[in-house]
């Protein structure tokens, strides 16, 4: 699932600018007379990749090369102040518009804040029988999966709830307007059959657009249009990206995939949408899926108004048995090519490899440039042998979105330079017993000692070669956000902040965010004629700016409920750091092993021995308790965070550390 407009849309910009501001909360109207400019493009951060083409490329300029060292705190706002219940909103890319910041959250919360102080002016939760819903589906981890965004247009904010709905929100006030259940007209898209939301939904001239997740299920992969006035079917039916159960390759309970989990770029000029595609399930058992299992791992151009398809490239050469999903976001670039302006469309996939295509025509210009270490076999089925595979189930590159810098003609690629091991079920009686999720799918535990790193590439669009490649530290997760001053904003892992020389990679500033796990790339927006950029990490929203504080302990917190709660240490990312009220009786569920088979089971197995996720059963000897404390809270690799509170993840903490 990242990354220009066009004079074509300046009419239907301006319409909605007009909607925009009528429907602006009260107290922000002094800005939008401040502003004068005639198009919201040139304030705030208005879709998930900034531009319908997903270059997250922004024209702001104040923050230059010299003066971003000066860049400090402005605000945070910590969301677990204004409601506990939240898990985390690690993965959320903020949209800011008319100067109102949208953010989404694990269960689905939407909160709108005030870009230019954080203060919050609304938040949504989902209607109780939602999330009565999302606690009692038997996929114990989907009450708590991601929520990577919102689209805002027409006044209003749409939000794809885990439990496959579709929510439409007053941008004003966040009361709910409408809200369907994707099933109604996507036949089987249901939570029991393993479909789950993680995606921003994209708007694009009166539509909405959705995909979804759970390519690892077996589900039918498919992109879906909605009006956005009424949230009826704007297309006849679903593209689907794989054949009907029962038909062509897909054999089997639990074969399919091909999941729309990322974003979709739009070509404003052609009206063409442009997405990727996820992996063939079973993931490494590919036994009943011989051949390339169209259209997975793929990129797939459609026409947006009928939802026809144009063209489909496969990344892979090979048949898929190592979740190679094709999954982030396209970006649509106008780049030289060979010397000359071509329309493009790049991609980088799970198997660490990098494309580049035509537009019109999908011939291919870049087949596959690698950008991480490539060394996989064939998947052993002896769980006493697992394969170390390069890259592993992570990635390549995961949905972190590239950037594309049309000064240098540069596109940025967040690298994931780490391998896992590797396991497929023996058979079809072993994949119906390990059915739970990723079915025939073992990842074991480690491995250790090996160089695990992040990378960024700089590919030159006009040769495909590398122009140059930095190593980080831990796996790029969050990918970048690029400025019109040659700035390349970027996350990472130990919650560390970075603006990078696009030109030269010499990275030129960095400093803490009082989080970790920064899984998602920056929103940066003009309020009030400053620049600013703004991370998520946990629950926290950090803002910097010029001038900003250079402590990540907030002076004061406009959350306002806390300010001794946030921003205190490196891992005081869970935001529950700050509630000090402790739980007065203790619950039913503080029982270690029964929490574990609610949140963890479905992935590390009924009795620790792994699955989905690894083999935890001496999980003690190579972990501290803080290490696996650190694990549940803030997630890692294909563990999602914020599964359980607080509480619950110290008592099983300190209960799989005695796990020896
Ligand atoms: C969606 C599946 C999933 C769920 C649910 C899940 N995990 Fe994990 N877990 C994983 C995966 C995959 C890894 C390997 C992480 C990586 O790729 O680095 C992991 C790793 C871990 C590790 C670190 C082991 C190591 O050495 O890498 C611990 C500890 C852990 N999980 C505990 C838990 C606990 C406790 C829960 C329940 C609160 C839980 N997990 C829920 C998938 C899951």
Redesign the pocket.
Known sequence: MNRYLKAINVALLAVVLIVGCQQKPAKKQNTANKQTTSSEKDNGFPLWGYDLQQTRHVPYNKITKDNVKDLGIVWQADLANWDKKIPNASEDFPVVKDGVMYVTTSMNRVFAIDASNGKKIWQWTPPKDVLDHLDHADL??LEVVASRGVAVAEGNVFVLIADNRLAKLNAKDGKLIKMINLWDTIPGAKLENRYYETMAPMYYKGNVYVGSSGGDNGIRGFVMAYKASDLTPAWDGPFWTVPEKGEGWVKGKYTGGGAVWGEIAFDPDTDVMYFGTGNPAPDFFKKIRPGKNPYTDSVVALESKTGKLIWAKSEMDEEDEWDYDATSTPMILNATVNNKKQKIVVHGGKNGKWFAWDAKTGDTIYNGVPFVKIQHTSQPTDPNKPAMQWPGA?GGQNYAPETYDPKTNYVLIPGINKP?LEVAAKDENELEQKKG?FPGTS?T??PKGEDISGTITAIDVNTGKNAYQNKTKQPMRGGFTGTTTGLAFYGELDGTVNALDIKTGKVLWNMKSGGAQIMMAPAIYMDGGKQYVTFVTGTKVVTYGLGGNKSVTPSKDPGGADPEGSGKTDNANHGSHGNKEKDKKQPADMNAEVI?KK??M???GGNLEGG???D?RH?GV??SEEE?LN??ING?????GG??DKDQAEV?AKW?SQKK
């Open positions: 114990s981890l992570e896992s999720l990842i535990l480690g574990y949140s963890c479905s992935c590390h989905a996720g690894p935890l999980v190579s972990m696996i694990q549940i890692g690799g294909r563990m999602p599964l359980v099983l799989l």
